[in-house]
Nanobody, 126 residues
Framework: QLQLVESGGGLVQPGGSLRLSCAAS????????IGWFRQAPGKEREGVTC????????TYADSVKGRFTISRDNAKNTVYLQLNSLKPEDTAVYYC???????????????????WGQGTQVTVSS
């Protein structure tokens, strides 16, 4: 059974950093594009960033460019999201999601991803 588990969230002050992890089980991660999404209270879930199955292609939402970095370690079956220069508006539940590589690379749309983790809370506040 395909399963994704996020971790690494927490409370951080503005300007701080966090590293989120998305660990996969039940499938081989290198067969999937992985995306990170987030949902703030009262708002729709939005795409943050994605990485292709090989790691050779990445996409970022304009709101996080230059501050967030996605990476993957296929040997560990894990994708990471480094969050730097955090702002209060980054506060949200962060989710990772998987899309089979054979369906082609696409990013930032929730409808393009099939399997989701349970999310991890990131709160940016002083």
């Amino acid at each position: 059974q395909l399963q994704l588990v996020e971790s690494g969230g927490g409370l951080v002050q503005p300007g701080g950093s966090l590293r989120l992890s998305c660990a996969a089980s039940g499938f081989t991660l290198n067969m999937y594009t992985i995306g990170w999404f987030r949902q703030a209270p009262g708002k729709e879930r939005e795409g943050v960033t994605c990485i292709s199955n090989s790691g050779g292609r990445t996409t970022y939402a304009d709101s996080v460019k230059g501050r967030f970095t996605i990476s993957r370690d296929n040997a560990k079956n894990t994708v990471y999201l480094q969050l730097n220069s955090l702002k209060p508006e980054d506060t949200a539940v962060y989710y990772c999601a998987a899309r089979p590589w054979i369906r082609g690379y696409t990013c930032l749309s929730t409808t393009d991803f099939d399997s989701w983790g349970q999310g991890t809370q990131v709160t940016v506040s002083s």
